[in-house]
């Protein structure tokens, strides 16, 4: 049960990323949570009200 409930928690988070919520949720489930969690926070953010902040952070660096 704590397993679903982290996979479903692993979609919600990759929906806030500008990923899709289905996909990541089923990937963290053939994958564990944790995994999936790492490759979402590896990969860019999609998400456009996001995405020009990171950008004008790396900018200022």
Do not use: C, H
């Not at 704590?2 to 990323?17: E, K, N, P, Q």
């Not at 944790?34 to 990969?43: F, N, P, Q």
């Not at 995405?51 to 900018?59: F, N, V």
Request: net charge positive; no cysteine.
């Amino acid at each position: 049960m704590l397993y679903l409930m982290l996979s479903v928690g692993i979609g919600g988070f990759a929906g806030t990323r500008g990923r899709s919520v289905i996909f990541w949720a089923f990937i963290s489930l053939l994958i564990t949570p944790i995994v999936a969690a790492g490759i979402l926070l590896i990969l860019k953010d999609k998400n456009p009200r996001r995405a020009p902040r990171e950008e004008q952070k790396a900018e200022s660096q």
